[in-house]
């Protein structure tokens, strides 16, 4: 039941707790799912398993953390949707300095052809670097990609595929740090040395270990999710160089988790639909796409192209997906009569538009307190509902966040034991983590419950 919430179940009525029942997740629930998870890795890692296992386990071939005693200026780039972001940064021992700079992506560059892409992007970056006067500098760039690939190199990696609303119809299977520098090239007009490729994941296990040298595992919690961790090369048998380090980074790109039916004995009927009413049934995108009308013909070749793809574990616990969840099942018990006195309505009817921040501020007001929520429900012409409607409501949103922290935590678990470190860190990044009230502390709970005893 849930624990982080302030909802007393006795005031909820009995059919809500009925509805819910399933969302809530046993102990031994969590630990077979623990178990699923760290099969599905050690397939990853291997050769003969690793094209069949959902979670690939990508190698990312980077093998040394920072100890905060760094120093120099460095370039980033951080492309990832229809927004990308470039950094200088500034660094001495402990300390850093940054500035940094957001640039629009173009639809017609997201659904064009990759050179295309590249050079926009070659584009902005001169802007940057011309901007902030460094163009008389040939500074090293690390370029963060959060899109699928398969490292090869620290410095070179293979597109698999495009997500976010991308269409580039011949971005596949090149390598990304090779893209950028032809787009460079075709500039002429500044320098800069593009000397590693990584994703969101390991920039946030990167960026914690600098402050934190026990730092083992990078965690997205947002709009979608995703972890890495630091493995044993001796483990790693997708590794392709030689060397004579001791551990690699891998990315386990574990959104695929469940996309095999490991986890059908924990799905729901609500989510289910999520997945069989998604535009782009399958991808990590529905809510961007849904609310772009002009993209719904280019999901719909997306998906016919990739047709399996289906991101289960995301789609349980990301905030792209956790409010539908909410909306869905409320809109259930509407049809029963058993909420808001059967009454609905047009806007609330709207597929993603009970927003999964909503639940972060349901979940921060205090016990008997309505105020958010009575806001919140009113903006969603939804504003007829009385006491019981609001008491049946928050179980509901305290209900999914509970199961998305034991989803998280139950991965953690895994990774925590497998690796074997003590003590170890988990850094954590991500809207969803960030802005819930609750999800820290529920993740605490279920991750010292279950990891290996002695382990901090």
Not at 296 to 320: H, L, Q, R
Not at 386 to 394: A, G, M, P, T
Request: net charge negative; charged share 25%; glycine share 6%.
């Amino acid at each position: 039941m849930p624990k982080a919430g302030s909802t007393l179940e006795h005031n909820v009525i009995f059919i809500v707790i009925q509805q819910c029942k399933e969302l809530i997740l046993s102990d031994k629930q969590i630990k077979e799912i623990s178990s699923r998870f760290l099969v599905d890795v050690k397939n990853g890692l291997a050769k003969n398993t690793h094209h069949s296992s959902p979670v690939k386990c990508y190698v990312t071939y980077v093998q040394d953390l920072p100890d905060g005693k760094e120093k120099g200026k460095f370039l980033a780039l951080d492309l990832g949707g229809s927004t990308f972001r470039v950094l200088v940064v500034d660094l001495d021992e402990g300390k850093f300095e940054m500035e940094s700079k957001i640039y629009a992506i173009p639809l017609e560059k997201m659904t064009g052809r990759v050179n295309e892409l590249f050079d926009h992007i070659a584009t902005c970056l001169s802007d940057f670097i011309h901007e902030k006067k460094l163009h008389d500098q040939n500074l090293p760039l690390g370029f963060t990609f959060n899109f699928p690939v398969r490292q090869v190199s620290l410095d070179s990696a293979i597109i698999q595929r495009f997500t976010k609303g991308f269409n580039i119809v011949d971005g596949e299977g090149e390598d990304v740090v090779e893209l950028l520098k032809s787009a460079l090239d075709r500039r002429q007009d500044i320098k800069v040395n593009v000397c590693a490729v990584l994703n969101d994941t390991v920039g946030t296990l990167m960026s914690c270990a600098w402050k934190n040298q026990t730092c083992k595992i990078g965690l997205i919690i947002g709009t979608g999710t995703n972890t890495c961790y630091v493995e044993r090369v001796e483990n790693v048998e997708m590794f392709e160089s030689k060397t004579n380090k001791s551990y690699v980074i891998i990315n386990t790109e574990n959104p695929a988790f469940g996309e095999d039916g490991k986890l059908e004995f924990v799905l729901t009927e609500f989510d289910k639909e999520v997945d069989s009413n998604s535009i782009n049934k399958g991808l990590t995108d529905v809510s961007y796409i849904c609310q772009q009308n002009y993209l719904v013909d280019m999901a719909a070749k997306v998906y016919e192209k990739s047709g399996t793809y289906n991101f289960v574990y995301e789609k349980m616990i990301s905030s792209m997906y956790l409010g539908e969840l909410v909306r869905l099942i409320v809109l259930k018990l509407i049809k029963e009569n058993e909420m808001f006195g059967g009454n609905s309505s047009d806007l609330f009817n709207t597929q993603y538009l009970f927003d999964t921040k909503y639940m972060s501020e349901i979940e921060s007001e205090e016990a008997g307190k309505w105020e958010k929520m009575s806001m919140i429900l009113i903006g969603l012409d939804m504003g007829h509902g009385n006491e019981q409607d609001f008491v049946n409501l928050r179980y509901i949103v305290e209900v999914l966040s509970q199961r998305a922290a034991a989803l998280v935590s139950a991965c953690m678990v895994a990774l925590i034991n497998k690796m074997d470190f003590n003590p170890v860190t988990i850094g954590v990044d991500g809207t969803l983590y960030k802005q819930h009230p609750n999800f820290r502390p529920m993740m605490l709970e279920y991750i010292g419950k279950f990891v290996k005893k002695g382990i901090k």
